[in-house]
């Protein structure tokens, strides 16, 4: 007499294996790979090492020797004359600083001229100021490192300044109808400037009143 078989343990291994697979063929159960176990062994022994490696490892000389020459593996060498970010800023303050340090300005005199021009000496620049009509004007401004020559003509009341830079247009500018002591005080500074400047003098850190008196004597000539 036939057993009969009431669930799928009491089926033989084989019979049991048989029905596996037919389910396995048709779709209803999924498929189970067998892994080669070389495999498994390289990967349990490649994960084992990664994991015995320090966080941080230090490069060796053989590392660093093949990253430099790879190209673009570093940053370009810094330039140790480039100043930094922070050094720029401050010598910008710095300079915006003195350029506010006036150390002389005059008017011409009206009503020679009927909209008076303006020139204006600091320790960085020379602005020239000429107008026109009533808020219009040409302003002119160049590094005071830049000039090259000034001269003066001087009557009984009343004086000019001619004075040459290679940031003028034609190299030359002329301020008319000055008083006499602000023509001849505006040519003894920009003359002290540029005998200083010839002798390669730094005096941008002098101060204001001792800057004047020097530059003053320094460019003083004979005048009648």
Same mark, same amino acid.
Request: proline share 6%; net charge negative; hydrophobic share 35%.
């Given at each position: 007499m036939v057993k009969k078989i009431k669930s799928l343990d009491e089926m033989p291994i084989d019979m049991l294996e048989a029905v596996k697979r037919g389910f396995i063929h048709r779709g209803l159960l999924p498929r189970k790979y067998r892994r080669n176990s070389q495999l498994e062994d390289h990967r349990s022994q490649k994960l084992n090492t990664e994991k015995s490696k320090p966080e941080n490892p230090e490069p060796n000389d053989s590392d660093l020797e093949i990253i430099d020459s790879q190209p673009g593996s570093q940053e370009a060498a810094k330039d140790p004359d480039e100043p930094e970010p922070g050094e720029t800023h401050e010598k910008l303050i710095e300079l915006t600083e003195k350029a506010q /340090?006036?150390?002389?300005?005059?008017?011409?005199?009206?009503? *020679?001229?009927?909209f008076p021009d303006t020139?204006? !000496?600091?320790?960085?620049?020379?602005? #020239? #100021? /000429?107008?026109?009509? *009533?808020? #219009?004007?040409?302003?002119?401004?160049?590094p005071i490192s830049s000039m090259i020559s000034a001269d003066a003509n001087v009557g009984p009341f009343f004086g000019s300044v001619h004075m040459t830079?290679?940031? *003028? #247009? /034609?190299?030359a500018h002329s301020v008319n109808f000055l008083w006499r002591? /602000?023509?001849?005080?505006?040519?003894? !500074?920009?003359?002290? *400037?540029?005998?200083?400047q010839e002798k390669g003098l730094d005096v941008s850190d002098v101060d204001k009143e001792d800057l004047c008196a020097l530059l003053h004597d320094l460019g003083h000539?004979?005048?009648k």
């Amino acid at each position: 007499m036939v057993k009969k078989i009431k669930s799928l343990d009491e089926m033989p291994i084989d019979m049991l294996e048989a029905v596996k697979r037919g389910f396995i063929h048709r779709g209803l159960l999924p498929r189970k790979y067998r892994r080669n176990s070389q495999l498994e062994d390289h990967r349990s022994q490649k994960l084992n090492t990664e994991k015995s490696k320090p966080e941080n490892p230090e490069p060796n000389d053989s590392d660093l020797e093949i990253i430099d020459s790879q190209p673009g593996s570093q940053e370009a060498a810094k330039d140790p004359d480039e100043p930094e970010p922070g050094e720029t800023h401050e010598k910008l303050i710095e300079l915006t600083e003195k350029a506010q /340090d006036i150390l002389f300005t005059a008017d011409t005199v009206f009503p *020679f001229t009927i909209f008076p021009d303006t020139i204006t !000496l600091d320790r960085e620049k020379l602005t #020239v #100021v /000429d107008r026109f009509f *009533f808020r #219009v004007a040409k302003v002119i401004t160049v590094p005071i490192s830049s000039m090259i020559s000034a001269d003066a003509n001087v009557g009984p009341f009343f004086g000019s300044v001619h004075m040459t830079s290679k940031y *003028f #247009v /034609d190299n030359a500018h002329s301020v008319n109808f000055l008083w006499r002591r /602000d023509a001849e005080e505006i040519h003894r !500074l920009l003359q002290g *400037f540029i005998i200083a400047q010839e002798k390669g003098l730094d005096v941008s850190d002098v101060d204001k009143e001792d800057l004047c008196a020097l530059l003053h004597d320094l460019g003083h000539g004979t005048s009648k």
